[in-house]
């Protein structure tokens, strides 16, 4: 099941196959003709469209060949890191660098591949990009409140239409076919201005490529992305021994030790009925039902929570929170646990330091551990981040 956790067989092969990988994009790029500024520059006047065509290309394969394989249940895309998306900040430094591109002839990803090839111009440039990252990184604490103003963790184009992965991607493969075919006509009307242009396509790879791509677009719609469920049928054997080993049930003294640590972003969902919510819940709890755990809305904000953001779900009937547990797991929300026996021992843990100045059973303090012999848990709280992954252009 994709994707592959390089990092688990060696530090040094993991970075062996990263320098590799490295190595053959910067190859295809340089055999694009992406090392030279007069070839990149070149779009910008419509005189040659290869920048687009190469990247939508790149971008369109990797779309359509991701997704079928999720749909397929080859890939799972819960684990795929989405670079941050920092919507108006990435519209500034997008004009920002748009206007450098056309200057100087490169982005920072091509200015490395013309460097490579010792190209003074390239060199020039690539100069200038750590230095205006560095001068970013530097200033950055100055404007912050716009740097994370519009910030979203996960976003997909999908999530904002608020369509289906499939209709999205079916929506993707039509825009990018038209505007190749818009690069070919362009390319061709500025070669030739007084030339007639030959409207329909005449190289038939050309059709038959972009056939095949709407085609296994449209099936990607047709097949849908796998439920949770389906995805658990397929690759939860991964998991399995997190739940049979209990390594994701806190104990109510972790979780009042968490609750009471500043430096843990702590969201708890009840699972319990309703009535039982009303009756007692633990302060701050939110409750939500099974069938809410399948909510776009929800599952987005469990997973886009920051690196030291733990959920733990609260349910008296195990089965039902190892489900709920199951299900998010298979979204892609880390640091995702259970609470032991949820409320049922809660009252027989805390009833005897009930005296305890200031003791709230739905918010106990922190000091009410003071109460409680060493060793009375076995911590089971392990924070862990998705794999993040970042580029200079993309």
């Not at 919510?277 to 069938?291: I, K, P, Y």
């Not at 949820?342 to 003071?370: I, M, N, Q, S, Y």
Request: proline fraction near 4%; glycine fraction near 10%.
């Amino acid at each position: 099941m994709f994707p592959l956790d390089l990092t688990s067989h060696g530090h040094l092969l993991s970075l062996l196959i990263f320098g590799l990988i490295g190595v053959g994009f910067g190859v295809v790029l340089e055999m694009a003709g992406f090392g030279d500024a007069r070839k990149l520059s070149g779009q910008f006047y419509f005189r040659d469209m290869t920048v687009l065509k190469v990247m939508f290309t790149g971008i369109l394969t990797t779309a359509l060949l991701l997704f079928a394989g999720a749909a397929f249940g080859y890939v799972d895309f819960a684990k795929i890191y989405v670079n941050q998306t920092y919507l108006w900040p990435g519209v500034v430094g997008g004009l920002i660098m748009g206007v450098g591109f056309v200057v100087g002839g490169y982005c920072p990803g091509t200015s490395i591949v013309s460097a490579a090839s010792l190209k003074i111009d390239g060199l020039v440039f690539f100069g200038g990009t750590i230095l205006g990252a560095g001068l970013f990184g530097e200033s950055v604490a100055s404007f912050g409140r716009f740097w994370n103003g519009s910030y979203t963790e996960r976003l997909l184009v999908s999530d904002w239409l608020g369509w289906s992965v499939g209709a999205t991607l079916v929506a993707i493969t039509v825009v990018a076919l038209a505007l190749f075919y818009a690069a070919e006509k362009t390319e061709a009307w500025f070669a030739s201005p007084r030339a007639p242009l030959a409207w329909w396509p005449r190289r038939r790879r050309y059709v038959g490529a972009a056939a095949a791509a709407l085609g296994l677009a449209l099936v990607v719609w047709g097949v849908g992305q796998p439920s949770p469920e389906e995805k658990w049928a397929r690759m939860g054997g991964a998991y399995q021994a997190q739940l049979d080993d209990r390594d994701v049930f806190v104990h109510p003294l972790e979780f009042v030790k968490t609750w009471n640590d500043a430096s843990i972003k702590l969201v708890t969902l009840d699972l319990r009925p309703r009535d039982a919510f009303e009756a007692f819940h633990l302060d701050s709890a939110r409750h939500v039902t099974f069938d809410e755990l399948a909510h776009k809305d929800v599952v987005a904000q469990l997973a886009q929570l920051p690196a030291n953001g733990v959920v733990i779900l609260v349910a008296d009937d195990e089965a039902a929170a190892v489900a709920a547990w199951k299900r998010l797991k298979m979204e892609g929300v880390v640091n995702l646990y259970i609470l032991d026996h949820g409320l049922r021992d809660w009252l027989d843990v805390f009833a005897g330091v009930a005296d305890t100045p200031h003791f709230d059973l739905a918010r106990p303090p922190a000091k009410v551990l003071e109460r409680f012999p060493e060793g009375a848990y076995t911590p089971k709280i392990k924070l862990q981040t998705a794999h993040r992954a970042a580029g200079l252009c993309s």
